[in-house]
């Protein structure tokens, strides 16, 4: 079992105990998933676990081989009571004890507490059941209280899923259960919650953005009744760290000198803050819900998102101006349960109620004003006072345009100039890629692009910023020649270059994951609005002209707008592309998924469309 926690690496998604869904098709079956947790009254526990999992194909041994359990070291303590290899035979293969490894939790670091056994089987075969039993002895993290979440796995047949929870009858445990039915009995001064169910006929589907809590049945569980009473007892947990002492005062006042407007001394906090704390997950114990004092994260200059936030909301009160704590699930969840469960948040950010924006100091090239598109629409806990929902991402606050003029000579040389504008934050994303660009070397990258894109032996650059002052407007400029293009002389239909436009209106940086040609078969997935163009002016070589104009293209369904409009004038002759999307909802479900899949392949269908020249 995985006790799910709320900040523990600040923007990791976290899951259950057993590894990621199978590939499709069924290639492993869960035998039993079972777990009781006996609860005591000061909210510790001990969770006693029971996988079975069976291999049904060869694509399973690899990603079943090995059971993680993940742990918090100072609160936390696992034992493996058995593990073996039980064969199709009924032959029992045991492991090792050399094979139950601890190691760091991945994407964890020597600054936390994250550890995790490794269990890994031997002779592991198609047909044989995995089979493990371990006991977790759990601390309560803060006094009285206990929470939990669990999905239950969809894409293979599970036969017996089953969890039980034991407390005594003073410790009364609320629940959401989603699709699932709690069962309630009592033994003598304990109260017994049983929660049993199967998986028949799984569902083959690629959500990879959307986690298991939001498109699976799921548990949740608390010993509190509301959100409310979560963020009271956080808040009085925290608020001893939000004391300005006379070196957060020095630092506001020496950040801010010589501004006197509210809303530029935010501005200044806000950006000193992204700029000078290094983000850094630390975590031991109550510190993964829990801030350090902040001026540990400026006498250090790096800090977890918990210790920005906290930096952040002291430096403003030092100015006078309030702002609260907020956290947040910064990946992969999108609903939050009925009773307060710790682990559906993940993520600290703060809110300026004076501007009435969020703010996210992690986030090195984001803008004052603006969060990752991942934030937006989401619920979201104030410390202190409860529930509430970031505004969705608006169309004008996610906007770019790309324009390039291309010239084409009687030799076939195609030489071009490009200039990328991005806004809000789309400015953060563009800002964000181009330190990358400078940092990896922009001719280097440049070329590779150029390339790529079929232009032989085309030489360019990228003419990005090294300032890593956090934008709300963005621009770039773009270079290049690539000398051997005489076919399109020639006659040969050709489409318009890309040239060094990075991605294009269909891609992975417009739309997220729905640019994304891997998840075609999935039917939820978030959506993010906003607007884009590409324009293309080529000027063409003498003695040639445009065999004919392509025809101009328009597609609309629900929720996007796509317009490309060809036009020529002199011996110019240009097309822009433009889309606009505007969602009601973060996420996108079928039918509407499915019809923007569609437009989608029309669109790059149209980017493909060719142009001719013939001799004048």
């Not at 957060?248 to 704390?277: C, F, M």
């Not at 993964?288 to 998102?305: F, R």
């Not at 703060?350 to 009435?356: A, H, T």
Request: net charge neutral.
């Amino acid at each position: 079992m995985k006790t799910i926690r709320i900040l523990a690496a600040c923007a990791v998604a976290f899951g259950p105990a057993m590894a990621a869904d199978p590939p499709p098709k069924a290639p492993a079956k869960i035998v039993v998933e079972q777990r009781r947790i006996d609860i005591a009254p000061d909210a510790s526990q001990t969770t006693t676990s029971r996988f079975e999992r069976q291999v049904l194909s060869t694509a399973a041994i690899q990603p079943l081989g090995q059971l993680n359990i993940a742990y918090s070291e100072t609160l936390q303590e696992p034992s493996i009571e058995e593990a073996y290899t039980l064969k199709a035979d009924g032959t029992k293969i045991a492991v090792a004890p050399s094979a139950i490894i601890t190691q760091q939790r991945p994407g964890s670091n020597s600054l936390n507490d994250q550890k995790q056994k490794v269990i890994v089987f031997p002779n592991v075969e198609v047909g044989d059941t995995l089979v493990s039993a371990h006991t977790l002895k759990t601390k309560p993290m803060f006094p009285g209280f206990f929470a939990a979440g669990f999905p239950v796995p969809q894409s293979v047949p599970v036969d017996k899923y089953e969890i039980v929870f034991t407390a005594p009858k003073s410790l009364p445990l609320y629940f959401d259960a989603k699709d699932l039915a709690v069962e309630r009995s009592t033994d003598g001064d304990k109260v017994v919650y049983t929660v049993r169910t199967k998986v028949e006929s799984p569902k083959q589907t690629q959500a990879p953005y959307v986690s298991m809590f939001d498109r699976s049945p799921a548990l949740f569980v608390s010993t509190m009744k509301t959100w409310e009473q979560f963020a009271k007892l956080y808040a009085s947990l925290v608020a001893p760290k939000l004391a300005v002492t006379p070196k957060l005062q020095a630092k506001a006042d020496e950040i801010t000198a010589g501004v006197s407007d509210p809303r530029e001394q935010v501005n200044k906090i806000y950006n000193w803050v992204s700029s000078h704390i290094r983000y850094v997950a630390i975590e031991f114990g109550q510190g993964g819900y829990v801030p350090h004092d902040p001026e540990e994260a400026l006498t250090n200059a790096y800090g977890d998102c918990k210790d920005h936030a906290i930096l952040f909301a002291t430096l403003l009160k030092a100015k006078g101006i309030a702002a609260d704590l907020v956290v947040i699930h910064a990946s992969d969840r999108y609903s939050v349960p009925n009773v307060p469960v710790t682990g559906s948040f993940n993520h600290m950010i703060n809110y300026i109620p004076s501007l009435g924006i969020y703010a996210d100091t992690t986030q090195r090239a984001m803008a004052l004003g603006f969060v990752p598109r991942g934030e937006y629409g989401k619920t979201v806990l104030h410390i202190g006072t409860g529930l509430r929902k970031v505004p969705l991402l608006a169309q004008k606050d996610f906007s770019y345009s790309y324009k390039e003029h291309q010239t084409l000579d009687a030799d076939g040389k195609l030489s071009a100039t490009g200039e990328l504008t991005a806004s809000g934050v789309a400015a953060g994303l563009a800002h964000r890629d181009g330190l990358r660009l400078h940092a990896a070397g922009p001719e280097k990258i440049a070329t590779e692009v150029l390339e790529k894109r079929g232009l032989s032996e085309a030489l360019g650059k990228f003419d990005v910023s090294s300032d890593e002052a956090p934008v709300s407007a963005y621009k770039s400029t773009t270079h290049y020649v690539a000398p051997k293009q005489q076919a399109w002389v020639g006659g040969v239909p050709f489409a318009m270059p890309k040239g060094l436009m990075v991605d294009n209106l269909s891609g992975e940086f417009w739309l997220g994951p729905l640019g994304s040609d891997k998840y075609k078969k999935t039917e939820i997935l978030p959506c993010y609005s906003g607007t884009g163009s590409e324009e293309y002016t080529l000027d063409l070589p003498p003695g040639k002209k445009l065999a004919a104009l392509p025809a101009d293209k328009k597609i609309v369904v629900d929720g996007l707008t796509y317009i490309s409009h060809w036009s020529q004038a002199g011996r110019s002759v240009t097309v822009k592309r433009t889309l606009a999307l505007d969602f009601k909802d973060m996420l996108c479900r079928d039918p509407q998924i499915w019809a923007l899949h569609n437009a989608l392949a029309a669109i790059k269908t149209d980017a493909a469309t060719t142009i001719m020249l013939t001799n004048e």
